[in-house]
């Protein structure tokens, strides 16, 4: 009785690696961030050309990466029961139920 009474659930293995990866990678940007804010990484020739003319190609590259990585970002979490909506069936399908 005094047992059952103690017991609790152990979270699983795949849920602990999940927060150990979250908070090892949420370091790793806190300490990229420092060292940003410290002076030691130096961003300001980031998107310019080794001559310090601007380089539109580099900063579209960067927006991009983020409108992408947003995006993925969102469809992951907009999923239902822990899901992605990413799904593998055929675009068309969905196309077509939206005409009718």
Not at 70 to 87: H, M, T, W, Y
């Amino acid at each position: 009785m005094i047992a059952a009474a103690i017991a609790f659930e152990f979270p699983s293995a795949g849920i602990i690696c999940g927060y150990l990866i979250c908070f090892l990678v949420g370091a790793l940007g806190v300490a990229i961030l420092y060292l940003i804010f410290d002076g030691t990484i130096d961003l300001s020739r980031l998107i310019s050309e080794p001559n310090g003319d601007g380089s539109m190609a580099r900063f579209q590259f960067l927006v991009f990466t983020f409108i992408i990585s947003l995006s993925l970002f969102l469809v992951i979490v907009s999923g239902k029961n822990g899901e992605a909506r990413i799904s593998g069936e055929h675009p068309k399908r969905d196309i077509d139920s939206a005409r009718h």
